[in-house]
């Protein structure tokens, strides 16, 4: 059968009629029901490198994370990662705070420094922090930078907090220290996030999981897409193309529903202010590693060479400077 062309962002990209139907398997390896996704998007890589932005690791004896649960509520170390992983190139990886105590967010920081030395591809981290102690945390920041892998700030916000004297200090206190701040909200909580964007135009914000729509229900799709389209007016954000299949229907999700969330996140943000994240293990929920993989590279596959170089390692090595 003939491939069908959906129009993307002034080109096209061609998938099968039938719909890549991926019965998530956290356990074994990529399942598609359909053409085979998997044959195709080996070729593609090209010999371009791909730099994960969001990897998660974390060790229960070491540290506590309340949120925990079913599949996830186990370790998973860079050991485990190279399993998941493998036959894929990635060249470097950023790893992303993984919700432990609070107060225990230097020793995460320490964990991951040690971690690196294990696997040298963890080039960069975006670590907790309490922004919220404004200024008088200032020593603490120092201290937090001293250790030299830190890149960025990933802490959450509510409409409270993005009006909070000492949080803005806190902001403030973060392109002095040449940190960014990843923000992880939903479209609920998109408009506080445009309003601290706006307000600090010198400071590089990371939107992570393309703004959590509600992928599998469908119903904020409107919204989301007006947000997103003011987001990506603003030259200081970048949006992170990660946490994609764990939005839609975690058993039974369907490469044809996220084409359109992928659409208007490339059109809104453009070639040079995207970046790739594998959200392991988290994706675990959804499907295995390789199968979000060859999502992403299937979807970028009708990209040029220099624009999948941008979107696979390009952006990610200067926004996050590894």
């Not at 994370?65 to 996830?72: A, D, R, T």
């Not at 393309?210 to 469908?218: A, K, L, T």
């Not at 839609?248 to 490469?255: G, I, Q, S, V, Y």
Request: aromatic fraction near 12%.
């Amino acid at each position: 059968m003939a491939p069908e062309p959906i129009s993307r962002f002034g080109g096209f990209f061609y998938m099968n009629r039938r719909d890549f139907v991926v019965k998530a398997s956290i356990f074994g390896a990529a399942t598609w029901v359909g053409s085979g996704m998997k044959a195709r998007s080996s070729a593609v890589w090209d010999n371009i490198p791909l730099v994960d932005t969001h990897l998660h690791l974390w060790d229960r004896r070491e540290m506590d994370y309340p949120w925990l649960s079913g599949v996830l509520d186990r370790d998973f170390l860079p050991v485990d990662f190279e399993v998941a992983s493998e036959a894929l190139p990635i060249s470097k990886m950023v790893f992303v705070e993984c919700g432990r105590r609070p107060d225990q967010y230097l020793q995460e920081v320490d964990w991951v420094l040690d971690r690196s030395k294990e696997d040298p591809r963890i080039r960069g981290m975006v670590a907790y922090f309490p922004l919220e102690k404004g200024l008088q945390s200032e020593q603490e920041m120092e201290s937090l930078v001293s250790r030299g892998i830190v890149r960025g700030i990933r802490r959450g916000i509510s409409e409270e907090l993005v009006e909070n004297p000492r949080f803005l200090e806190g902001i403030s206190m973060l392109r002095r220290h040449g940190l960014g701040f990843d923000l992880n909200v939903s479209p609920s909580l998109m408009e506080a996030s445009i309003r601290l964007v706006r307000r600090y135009p010198d400071l590089t914000f990371v939107l992570n999981h393309i703004g959590n729509p509600d992928i599998r229900g469908g119903g904020d799709f409107d919204l989301w897409k007006r947000q997103m389209r003011v987001l990506g007016k603003f030259e200081n954000v970048v949006c992170k193309v990660s946490g994609v299949i764990t939005k839609a229907n975690l058993d039974a999700w369907r490469f044809a529903d996220l084409v359109p969330y992928l659409d208007h996140v490339f059109m809104a943000f453009g070639m040079d202010r995207l970046v790739f994240g594998g959200d392991w293990p988290v994706v675990l929920r959804a499907g295995s590693y390789r199968q979000w993989a060859d999502v992403f590279l299937q979807y970028t596959a009708s990209l040029s060479k220099n624009e999948r170089e941008l979107v696979y390692h390009a952006n990610a090595e200067r926004i996050y400077r590894i």
